[in-house]
T-cell receptor, first 113, second 108 residues
Framework: EAQVTQNPRYLITVTGKKLTVTCSQNMNHEYMSWYRQDPGLGLRQIYYSMNVEVTDKGDVPEGYKVSRKEKRNFPLILESPSPNQTSLYFC????????????FGEGSRLTVL | RKEVEQDPGPFNVPEGATVAFNCTYSNSASQSFFWYRQDCRKEPKLLMSVYSSGNEDGRFTAQLNRASQYISLLIRDSKLSDSATYLCVVYQGGKLIFGQGTELSVKP
């Protein structure tokens, strides 16, 4: 089954404790992206990757890191989480963003205390 | 001004009603337009693309007005299962930009 898989789905952590949210897709997509969704603000792009070893900042990259060592994986790293990073995070992939069709993971709800 | 703006709603409508959502975008160079649907606490999914001439998919009709820089989504004969948040999405400058979404609640 074609899918984007994120883990963990739910996480409560404390300020400053490094964490990684994994994202994996099995559709051989070149494009992958991370978004955060907050009430009243909609989906905002954190980082994206057009292909392996190519990553770029989105609109809200501060406090986040990513890597794209393999085509299928695009982990999101929070080196020192803060409460303002409490949010719902979505990973997405696509053959090409111009098509408009993004395939999203089920989301990871992160709470930073 | 936000790049993509939607009325957040909620729109509360009875079953069978026709409901329309509008979305405005600020950049006249925007190239492509889409509607996504997001069920509560779930991931967004592509509902339909929006073509210049307008397009229909069953009960759903999407239209684009480039001169006024808005797109619309019309849902006819609303079903309970249409209850969701509808996201307007614009492709410009190599990026997809999401509106904050319009919440629709269809009541029996």
């Amino acid at each position: 089954e074609a899918q984007v898989t994120q883990n963990p789905r739910y996480l409560i952590t404390v300020t400053g404790k490094k964490l990684t949210v994994t994202c994996s897709q099995n559709m051989n997509h070149e494009y992958m992206s991370w978004y955060r969704q907050d009430p009243g603000l909609g989906l905002r792009q954190i980082y994206y990757s057009m292909n392996v070893e190519v990553t770029d900042k989105g609109d809200v990259p501060e406090g986040y890191k990513v890597s794209r060592k393999e085509k299928r994986n695009f982990p999101l790293i929070l080196e020192s989480p803060s409460p303002n990073q409490t949010s719902l995070y979505f990973c997405a992939s696509s053959f090409g963003v111009r098509t408009g069709e993004l395939f999203f993971g089920e989301g990871s709800r992160l709470t930073v205390l | 001004r936000k790049e993509v703006e939607q009325d957040p709603g909620p729109f509360n409508v009875p079953e069978g009603a026709t409901v329309a959502f509008n979305c405005t975008y600020s950049n006249s160079a925007s190239q492509s337009f889409f509607w996504y649907r997001q069920d509560c606490r779930k991931e967004p999914k592509l509902l339909m693309s929006v073509y210049s001439s307008g397009n229909e998919d069953g009960r759903f009709t999407a239209q684009l007005n480039r001169a006024s820089q808005y797109i619309s989504l019309l849902i006819r004969d609303s079903k309970l299962s249409d209850s969701a948040t509808y996201l307007c999405v614009v492709y410009q400058g190599g990026k997809l930009i999401f509106g904050q979404g319009t919440e629709l609640s269809v009541k029996p």
